[in-house]
């Protein structure tokens, strides 16, 4: 379970975060949605630690997220496809991950297995495609064997074989008791598979339930997001 309390945070004099609480169950598939500059990434960051918040407090399982002294066991997290050297193997990379947290390095290979990049595991990641990268990044969020996973756009890059795969493991993981919460723009997947939404408008959360409760009598979530983000009518407009 993560708990985020007052959670608040500024960048260059703007804030991103005005004080944001939520609780985010165990067993559940928590979707995050908004424009792009709404704060969805950064409560991600904040709640893995990533990012320090200026002011608020988050608890994952009770506890602070620098408090745990094997963080990867407790926590994953892939929040940028952009996130490895890009001269390691994906193989090195989970290795030092799993060497990181203490966990035998056989556990790299059985992630290589199970997200599909055995085939090419010891080429370079910098000439993996993004779909290629996104499997990776998984895989490194699940390393530890966490409770806890945060995703942020997990989907992009992926194709058709990709999603569906992607889809049934996001299932799979919140229905083995473990606390979901996943950034992301594609609704129609997210009308689909989500246990709870939360939309998210400039650093506050504007609206949380099932999918049925936030879409109440709008056609479908996306009808309901331009409803509930009046920005969405304002196409050209991006937070800064």
Request: aromatic fraction near 4%; charged fraction near 20%.
């Amino acid at each position: 379970m993560i708990e985020v309390a007052g959670l608040t945070k500024a960048f260059r004099g703007r804030e991103v975060l005005r004080g944001l609480d939520h609780t985010f169950a165990d067993g559940r598939l928590t979707y995050l949605l908004g424009l792009n500059g709404a704060g969805k990434s950064t409560l991600l960051r904040c709640i893995g630690g990533v990012t320090r918040p200026d002011a608020g407090a988050v608890r994952i399982d009770g506890r602070a997220p620098a408090a745990f002294e094997a963080p990867v066991r407790h926590l994953g997290m892939h929040l940028s496809a952009d996130a490895f050297t890009p001269g390691h193997s994906a193989r090195r990379h989970l290795r030092w991950l799993a060497a990181l947290g203490g966990i035998p390095v056989g556990r790299a290979d059985a992630l290589l297995d199970e997200v599909g990049l055995a085939a090419v595991a010891d080429r370079p990641v910098g000439g993996f495609s993004l779909g290629m990268r996104q499997r990776l990044g998984i895989a490194s969020a699940l390393v530890g064997n966490p409770r806890t996973l945060l995703l942020d756009e997990p989907l992009n890059g992926l194709d058709v074989a990709g999603v569906l795969w992607m889809r049934g493991r996001l299932r799979q993981w919140a229905d083995e008791g473990r606390c979901m919460v996943v950034a992301s723009h594609a609704l129609a997947e997210v009308e689909r598979t989500a246990d709870e939404v939360v939309m998210i408008e400039d650093g506050r959360i504007v609206t949380a339930g099932t999918v049925a409760g936030v879409r109440g009598s709008h056609t479908d979530l996306e009808e309901a997001f331009a409803t509930h983000v009046p920005r969405v009518a304002l196409g050209h407009a991006v937070a800064g």
